[in-house]
């Protein structure tokens, strides 16, 4: 079976920082450019980062850029978020995907894999 699991998702103060992790199973994520999201209550569910397959290339929402960097280690088959000065407002499910593609984007969620979320919240 083909799987994404998220962690380090948690609590965290204002200005913060946590790391998200998203690792693969049943599949190596060599072949599949990669995306994290996030959906808050209420809200739609929208595109945070992504990176191509080969990691050449990022993209960023506004309002996660100079403030987060995804990576990845196709070895570890792993997928990373990297997530500093955290506000309340990044407060939301954050779920990876992953699509079978060369370039990816943030703009759909048109991915063929998902993880079940993690959960990160930013409270004082």
């Known amino acids: 079976q083909l799987h994404l699991v998220e962690s380090g998702g948690g609590l965290v103060q204002p200005g913060g920082s946590l790391r998200l992790s998203c690792a693969a199973s049943g599949f190596s994520l060599n072949y599949y450019a990669m995306g994290w999201f996030r959906q808050a209550p209420g809200k739609e569910r929208e595109g945070v980062s992504c990176i191509s397959r080969i990691g050449g290339s990022t993209n960023y929402a506004d309002s996660v850029k100079g403030r987060f960097t995804i990576s990845r280690d196709n070895a570890k088959n792993t997928v990373y978020l990297q997530m500093n000065s955290l506000k309340p407002e990044d407060t939301a499910v954050y779920y990876c995907?992953?699509?079978?593609?060369?370039?990816?984007?943030?703009?759909?969620?048109?991915?063929?894999?998902w993880g079940q979320g993690t959960q990160v919240t930013v409270s004082s």
């Open positions: 995907a992953a699509d079978l593609a060369t370039l990816c984007s943030i703009t759909t969620t048109k991915y063929d894999y």
